[in-house]
């Protein structure tokens, strides 16, 4: 079965985005990625759009949605460090990754964050699939 994962941010235009995209694309069969904000954004940042098609992952038909788009109850709720609260969004676990937005910043600034999403949730795939949140 599935764990249902959703990664929070503000605005949903970057990091969340970002870590959905690598959890769809690292783990599919494991679990079910989805990214929201708790305030409503036009777009995703085109940077982290560009940065993953780098590395072949297509998030471009990715939007982002609001806390209320996704499903109520999540097994895991990430947030990415921007003091995001979620105090009525149910999760059997939660972590803040404490990651600094690129917003605003250069490419390069974009590369490392994506990178140290992908470790991110390489651990987290590793924590799944040793029954640590089973």
């Known amino acids: 079965m599935k764990l249902k994962v959703a990664f929070v941010c503000v605005h949903n235009s970057c990091r969340s985005q970002i870590a959905e995209g690598w959890a769809k694309y690292l783990a599919p069969d494991l679990m079910k990625a989805y990214s929201a904000g708790t305030e409503r954004y036009p777009e995703i ?78 651990d987290l795939i590793a924590q799944i699939e040793s029954g640590e949140f089973g």
């Not at 609001?66 to 097994?75: A, G, N």
């Not at 990415?80 to 979620?86: D, E, F, I, L, S």
């Not at 990651?99 to 991110?120: A, N, Q, W």
């Open 45 to 122: 940042k085109p940077k982290a759009i560009e940065v993953m098609k780098e590395i072949d992952i297509d998030i471009n038909a990715q939007y982002p949605k609001l806390l209320s788009e996704i499903p109520k109850k999540v097994d895991i709720l990430i947030t990415m460090g921007c003091n995001v609260n979620c105090p009525t969004f149910p999760s059997r676990h939660r972590a803040d990754w404490n990651l600094d937005d690129p917003s605003g910043k250069s490419i390069h600034e974009f590369r490392i964050t994506r990178d140290k999403i992908k470790l991110r949730i390489l």
